[in-house]
């Protein structure tokens, strides 16, 4: 089974770049697709970013270009790196797997069944 463990977030400005780490431990993930997902108090999860096995990534519409998800193999790790940073950013950042290690992976938070245990992300203004 999957272990994941997310790190890096923290309180930030507005304009302001963090990097999120998450790293991945046992379940043969090492190339699989995964994704980072969000969740804002009183809102539902979604979707901010995934990459595919092959390096493709996808981004949530609101991302507009200030965020890019990338993964080191060797690593065992997958990060999401954020710049530009607004107040409306701030929720909490999961990194997430699907069932089975697969070859692509979509932005729905359905999509996902193993789960790190978030890390806080704040924007000020």
């Known amino acids: 089974q999957v272990q994941l463990a997310e790190s890096g977030g923290g309180s930030v400005q507005a304009g302001g770049s963090l990097r999120l780490s998450c790293t991945i431990s046992?379940?043969?993930?090492?190339?699989?697709?995964m994704g980072w997902q969000r969740q804002i108090p009183g809102r539902e999860r979604e979707g901010v970013a995934a990459?595919?096995?092959?390096?493709?990534?996808t981004y949530a519409d609101f991302v507009q270009g200030r965020f890019k998800i990338f993964k080191d193999n060797a690593q065992n790790t997958l990060y999401l790196e954020m710049s530009n940073l607004k107040p409306e950013d701030t929720a909490m950042y999961y990194c997430?797997?699907?069932?089975?290690?697969?070859?692509?992976?979509?932005?729905?938070?359905?999509?996902?069944?193993?789960w790190g245990q978030g890390t806080q992300v704040t924007v000020s203004s």
């Open positions: 997430a797997a699907p069932f089975v290690p697969g070859r692509r992976c979509i932005l729905s938070r359905y999509e996902y069944h193993y």
């Open positions: 046992g379940g043969g993930y090492t190339s699989s697709c």
């Open positions: 990459i595919d096995s092959d390096g493709d990534t």
